[in-house]
């Protein structure tokens, strides 16, 4: 991938756990955003981080974003089952109409009942 | 609400074939972003296109050319079909005004190139 890694690539935890994922990325951003994935369909998104925000809050879910790091983490609380999905971060350099969003590898997180 | 249309859903070609993948972006959303998905990879980028324009490019082969229409519409045509350009081959659709490049995937078009 040409920007984000991310950490770990595969995850596996019991209902009610939390998920943490982690994405690491390369070159300056405009923000940053998660997508999710079901097994073989398009992608969705879930939260998008400005680069001059910390951290930001959606329903269970809750993005951190350390610029001088270059990394974000994702948190799921609470799990369900029906979080199985693979989760990829994206960076947008630009914010521009039109600018190639760059995703990393993803984590496949697997949550069993 | 109305999604993001991707035909065909799946598609089987012979090497050496040519294929025409089609996009219909959101209502009012004027930008298309054309990605390819190999088996567990992460989503390449390989094009898009801003008010019929073409934005930005990626790592789209030479032997693939895509335009957006008047309408908004979008095409990938690939031609000179290799076994490696089988895969899942996503558009997306966002809008200029949002500030934001917040994309709305279609559900993919799976090419099997045999």
């Known amino acids: 991938s040409q920007q984000g890694e991310e950490d770990p690539q595969a995850l596996s935890i019991q209902e009610g756990e939390n998920a943490t994922m982690n994405c690491s990325y390369k070159t300056s951003i405009n923000n940053l955003q998660w997508y999710r994935q079901n097994s073989g369909r398009g992608l969705v998104h879930l939260i998008l981080?400005?680069?001059?925000?910390r951290e930001k809050h959606s329903g269970r879910l809750r993005v951190t974003l350390d610029t001088s790091k270059k990394s974000s983490s994702l948190l799921i609380t609470a799990s369900r089952a029906a979080d199985t999905a693979s989760y990829f971060c994206a960076t947008d350099a630009w914010g521009q109409a039109g600018t190639a969003l760059i995703f990393g590898k993803g984590t496949t997180l697997s949550v069993s009942s | 609400a109305a999604g993001v249309i991707q035909s065909p859903r799946h598609l089987i070609k012979e090497k050496r074939e040519t294929a025409t993948l089609k996009c219909y972006p959101i209502p009012r959303h004027d930008t298309v972003y054309w990605y390819q998905q190999g088996p567990g990879q992460d989503p390449q980028f390989l094009i898009s296109?801003?008010?019929?324009?073409?934005?930005d490019k990626g790592s789209i082969p030479d032997r693939f050319s895509a335009q957006q229409f008047s309408d908004y519409h979008s095409e990938l045509n690939m031609s000179s079909l290799e076994l490696g350009d089988s895969a899942l081959y996503f558009c997306?659709?966002?809008?200029?005004?949002?500030?934001?490049?917040?994309?709305?995937f279609g559900a993919g078009s799976r090419l099997t190139v045999l």
């Open positions: 981080i400005r680069s001059n925000e």
């Open positions: 296109f801003y008010e019929k324009m073409q934005s």
């Open positions: 997306a659709s966002s809008s200029g005004l949002t500030g934001a490049n917040v994309l709305t």
